[in-house]
């Protein structure tokens, strides 16, 4: 572990070397940063090769940390798979990825803190699609759970766009009240011990963000933090409570998505595993019995399906609908954020007090 924080630490260039030791002797790193792109590629698919047929556990470590300082570097570089090595690993080998390269990401970073969860995959389509038989799930990180602020806030920042944007979802998103431990055995949490547990359901905006430059299987997509770039949730003043009827009428809310104001897709909360709070549940029992901390942010699922985007030529906004509700926009070259966790701490208990451009 200590060699993977010390990898990270050093940056790009670092993860690459201690990553690569095994592999190549590089020496050159202006040379590295100019040309890698397909040693980099390379030595991942060896990795993942090998990890995939078990011969060498560092390997997966290795693969790990190349695709989670991947996630974090302010300029990544895409990867690009073999196909062959993607046919090769399995979906449980897509989770001890995941849980590899999450080591690497959280790694002596406090602003990578784990803050909750991502499900994918809750509609019948896209596990069809997958070849899953259930949702998927994957953590969210802190420095991308974002709230929109205005610039006169000092911890604010400007979004560091995730190497070859994938998409956009809209989402019904809960913030977690009161912890909800694993249970053991056969013990479930009941649809109100869930309910009580959450503090609010708010709208929510995910971009999805590959670190590989063309489609991956779902092994691998799951490694890769299930495709999350980055989650935008709105100021107090769009919080609702599980009993208010923007929650118990989700699966009847039409949501609709925008890009340059142009409509591209619209649902329900219906496409949420028939309504969001079955996805949070889904969670809690049945998940590997994942944990949820009061603070925990857990994103539930597109209800609208995912609307692709360009990193080639990507749109000025994001914007969408809650029927009856409301809005929540995104202005990928010019809104500012705070890390969730930041608001949480310092504005959300503070009536009047939000700072916030937009959403009023």
């Not at 030791?21 to 020496?27: D, L, P």
């Not at 570097?73 to 990867?79: H, S």
């Not at 390269?101 to 790694?107: H, R, S, W």
């Not at 809209?170 to 309910?195: N, Q, R």
Request: include cysteine; proline fraction near 5%.
């Amino acid at each position: 572990m200590l060699s993977i924080c010390r990898g990270l630490n050093r940056g790009f260039g670092g993860w690459y070397r201690v990553a690569n030791a095994r592999y190549f002797s590089i020496e050159r790193r202006s040379s590295y940063r100019d040309h890698a792109g397909e040693n980099e590629s390379f030595v991942l698919s060896t990795c993942l090769r090998n990890f995939s047929r078990g011969i060498n556990p560092n390997n997966g470590v290795d693969a790990g940390v190349i695709i989670g300082g991947c996630r974090k570097a302010k300029v990544p570089r895409p990867f690009t798979i073999d196909r062959d090595v993607q046919d090769l690993l399995t979906v449980e080998q897509g989770y001890q990825l995941q849980q590899l390269v999450d080591n690497a990401v959280e790694c002596n970073d406090k602003d990578w803190k784990p803050c909750g969860y991502k499900i994918g995959a809750t509609n019948a389509a896209a596990q069809e699609r997958m070849g899953l038989s259930s949702p998927f799930v994957a953590k969210l990180f802190s420095a991308s759970t974002l709230v929109p602020m205005s610039k006169d806030v000092t911890e604010t920042a400007s979004l560091s766009t995730p190497v070859y944007l994938r998409g956009v979802e809209a989402e019904w998103a809960f913030i977690i009240g009161a912890d909800l431990p694993s249970l053991s055995g056969d013990a479930v949490y009941s649809t109100e011990d869930v309910k009580n547990a959450v503090a609010a359901v708010v709208p929510s905006i995910e971009v999805l963000g590959t670190r590989f430059s063309h489609p991956v299987g779902t092994a691998l997509a799951i490694a890769d933090g299930g495709g999350n770039g980055f989650v935008v949730l709105p100021t107090k003043e769009q919080w609702r409570t599980p009993s208010d009827w923007e929650c118990t009428s989700a699966d009847e809310i039409k949501v609709s998505t925008y890009l340059d104001g142009k409509l591209k897709a619209e649902g329900s909360g219906a496409n949420v595993l028939g309504h969001p709070l079955n996805a949070l549940e889904w969670l809690v029992n049945h998940a590997s019995r994942e944990s949820l901390k009061a603070g925990d942010v857990v994103i539930s699922g597109a209800c609208n399906g995912i609307v692709p985007l360009s990193s080639d030529s990507p749109p000025s906004n994001i914007k969408i609908v809650f029927e009856g509700w409301t809005d929540l926009s995104l202005d990928l070259q010019h809104d500012t954020f705070v890390p969730f966790e930041v608001y949480l701490r310092r504005w959300a208990n503070a009536p009047g007090n939000h700072h916030s451009e937009k959403n009023k």
